[in-house]
DNA sequence: GCCGTTTTCGGCCCGACTGTTTTCAGTCG
């Protein structure tokens, strides 16, 4: 599948960046390199469908010859280049270059002057004290690096959106609450919402760096420590960095530590093209003077863009787009389109998630448990169905601010394409999710007929969690996505971003291509007790990320215009 | 290897910190 190519290609020109850096090619060139293989990460197309229809050309940072390799790759399955660099090496000696200190240079060095091609080489090397006499290599090098080796094999991951979202309002707290702060935030991936961190960047605006540089330093286990830049390791695995800026500069370096690196790159290319320079401090003309520092916005500015959103700062593409979307805000949301109650495997009874979901100022909640074939999950009956709805009936009658429950039900895609419950059950309920969650391993095919079978019933709203992925622990199932857009589209069937920070599935760059091919974009938490409607902003990340506006949302609607929209009554 | 509102050649983001350096290279983000 698509999906397979993209990756398998994306690894291939990672590694050849690798090899290229090893053997002390320009470094401008294994830029280009790990530039394209960014560019493959994730896109949504097939990398072989776009080399044959002649578009890849199109793609910023593929030129005649990286074209060239995707056509080798295309014919053959292979690259030529990959596979004479990797025939000259030992196989394992990339990895030396993801043990934390080590780059390129010093593991050329190893390999050139002790024949090191492994990590376990490398290991064994340190401990019998066979680095010393190279240049380079003291002892506190050789300490940091079998330190560098022991977190290597920990296999730590990035960590879940959700949980440095939650560390991070932790610390920036305990740093608001010193005297010395004048305002404290966070950047990086977090700020930009992607959907796992690999370290968390916090910037604080002090007059007095070294108290704010003492306390955050007692923190964890201190990595390195300068005068304004502290890194610690939080609980013995992840890493954040600390940065104290003068106010007059916090635009400047909020800009920068915020990233990505290829925006910033590109940013600093139009920068430089008009004859300015762009670093953490500022914004600066060819004399040194300063044009822009102290917010953002009037760097952007100065540089002829309108403030880009960080949720859009990925590529640097989205320097040149003629228009940005409008930024989706939690309060378009007119309530929560995925959650379950005590009547399956939720914790809350229906008046508790009707008493939050008010609180928190949704206009409507939709109840939507397990059916039947989920028995693990105390999937509900025909008969237990009818009672709920019974029940939600009362309680509807009960609420005098116009808020609603929707009866609803999430209902298994049995292995077939059939669904759980019968067409005359579907249409009694105010709202229906269908999702995939038995037989993972079909073939792709098979999975594609079952899925698009699945969202073509009558009376189907919403294709949860559609790709079944769970970060960090499983990929997915295998499909045809652009047949289940088209599909879903045709149907009026909306694709879910569930908001869960396990799943967030759509993921950003696959809901834009939804969008893009026509389906309606549902967020539901997914929520198996009150807390977690806190993941709904979670969602709403996502959805920025992928462009996605309020009149996509399904969301965005009245549930008077979702019963509508559900009769196909009118066409929104 | 890519790219072009100074350019088809000569640029390519740039600064903090570390360790071993005796003035700076390597790593990282």
């Known amino acids: 599948m698509a999906f397979e190519d993209n990756q398998q290609l994306t690894r291939i020109f990672e590694e050849i960046a690798d090899f290229l850096e090893l053997q002390g090619e320009n470094i401008f060139k294994v830029k280009a390199y790990?530039?394209?293989?960014?560019?493959?990460?994730?896109?949504?197309?097939?990398?072989c469908e776009l080399y044959s229809s002649g578009q890849l050309a199109s793609m910023p940072g593929f030129g005649k010859a990286l074209v060239e390799k995707v056509g080798q790759f295309v014919d053959t399955g292979q690259v030529e280049l990959h596979q004479q660099l990797k025939a000259s090496f030992p196989s394992e000696i990339l990895q030396l270059m993801d043990v934390p200190g080590l780059g390129a240079k010093?593991?050329?060095?190893?390999?050139?002057?002790?024949?090191?091609?492994?990590?376990?080489?490398?290991?064994?090397?340190?401990?019998?004290?066979?680095?010393?006499?190279?240049?380079?290599?003291?002892?506190?090098?050789?300490d940091k690096l079998l330190e560098g080796i022991g977190l290597l094999r920990q296999g730590e991951q990035r960590w879940l959106l959700g949980r440095v979202s939650q560390l991070a309002e932790d610390l920036l707290s305990r740093l608001r609450a010193l005297p010395e702060v004048e305002r404290a935030e966070a950047a990086g991936s977090l700020r930009r919402g992607k959907e796992t961190v690999g370290d968390l960047d916090l910037l604080v605006i002090s007059s007095r760096p070294e108290v704010v540089m003492e306390f955050f330093a007692s923190l964890?286990?201190?990595?390195?420590?300068?005068?304004?830049?502290?890194?610690?390791?939080?609980?013995?695995?992840?890493?954040?960095?600390?940065?104290?800026?003068?106010?007059?500069?916090?635009?400047?370096?909020?800009?920068?530590?915020?990233?990505?690196?290829?925006?910033?790159?590109?940013?600093?290319?139009?920068?430089?093209?008009?004859?300015?320079?762009l670093n953490e401090y500022g914004l600066f003309d060819a004399l040194g003077n300063n044009l822009a520092s102290r917010s953002e916005e009037e760097i952007y500015e100065r540089l002829g863009l309108p403030w880009i959103p960080p949720e859009l700062r990925e590529t640097g593409a989205e320097l040149e787009w003629e228009?940005?979307?409008?930024?989706?805000?939690?309060?378009?949301?007119?309530?929560?389109?995925?959650?379950?109650s005590l009547w399956s495997d939720g914790t809350d009874t229906l008046e508790q998630l009707a008493e939050e979901a008010q609180r928190r100022g949704y206009r409507y909640l939709a109840i939507?448990?397990?059916?039947?074939?989920?028995?693990?999950?105390?999937?509900?009956?025909?008969?237990?169905?009818?009672?709920?709805?019974?029940?939600?009936?009362?309680?509807?009658?009960?609420?005098?601010?116009?808020?609603?429950?929707?009866?609803?039900?999430?209902?298994?895609?049995?292995?077939?394409?059939?669904?759980?419950?019968?067409?005359?059950?579907?249409?009694?309920?105010?709202?229906?999710?269908?999702?995939?969650?038995?037989?993972?391993s079909m073939t792709p095919e098979a999975m594609t007929e079952r899925?698009?079978?699945?969202?073509?019933h009558p009376y189907v709203d919403v294709l949860a969690h559609p790709t079944g992925r769970k970060i960090n622990r499983r990929t997915g199932y295998q499909a045809d996505?652009?047949?289940?857009?088209?599909?879903?589209?045709?149907?009026?069937?909306?694709?879910?971003?569930?908001?869960?920070?396990?799943?967030?599935?759509?993921?950003?760059?696959?809901?834009?291509?939804?969008?893009?091919?026509?389906?309606?974009?549902?967020l539901?938490?997914?929520?198996?007790?009150l807390a977690e409607f806190d993941y709904l902003p979670l969602g709403v990340l996502q959805a920025r990320r992928a462009g996605i506006e309020v009149g996509s949302l399904l969301n965005g609607l009245s549930w008077e215009q979702l019963r509508k929209r559900r009769a196909r009554l009118v066409d929104v």
């Open 524 to 529: 539901g938490t997914d929520a198996h007790s």
């Open 451 to 456: 899925i698009c079978r699945g969202i073509s």
């Open 323 to 340: 228009r940005l979307p409008e930024r989706l805000q939690l309060e378009q949301l007119n309530g929560n389109l995925h959650t379950h």
């Open 106 to 142: 010093k593991a050329a060095l190893l390999h050139r002057e002790l024949g090191i091609g492994s990590v376990d080489d490398l290991e064994k090397a340190l401990k019998e004290g066979l680095v010393t006499d190279l240049k380079g290599f003291g002892k506190k090098t050789v």
């Open 34 to 47: 790990q530039k394209a293989a960014r560019g493959l990460e994730g896109l949504e197309r097939s990398v």
């Open 481 to 522: 996505w652009e047949r289940v857009y088209a599909v879903a589209s045709e149907h009026g069937v909306a694709l879910e971003i569930n908001c869960s920070p396990r799943r967030l599935d759509l993921n950003d760059k696959a809901a834009r291509r939804a969008r893009d091919c026509g389906c309606m974009i549902s």
């Open 368 to 440: 939507t448990d397990h059916s039947r074939s989920m028995v693990v999950a105390n999937g509900l009956s025909i008969e237990r169905l009818m009672a709920q709805g019974q029940q939600i009936e009362r309680l509807n009658a009960s609420f005098s601010n116009g808020f609603r429950l929707l009866w609803g039900s999430e209902v298994d895609i049995l292995g077939d394409g059939s669904l759980d419950f019968p067409e005359e059950v579907l249409a009694r309920l105010d709202f229906v999710v269908v999702a995939v969650h038995s037989q993972f």
């Open 220 to 277: 964890g286990e201190v990595i390195g420590r300068g005068p304004t830049k502290c890194s610690i390791r939080w609980e013995g695995k992840f890493q954040i960095d600390l940065r104290c800026v003068p106010g007059e500069s916090f635009g400047a370096a909020m800009q920068y530590f915020t990233g990505s690196m290829d925006h910033n790159v590109a940013l600093r290319g139009r920068a430089k093209r008009l004859s300015c320079e």
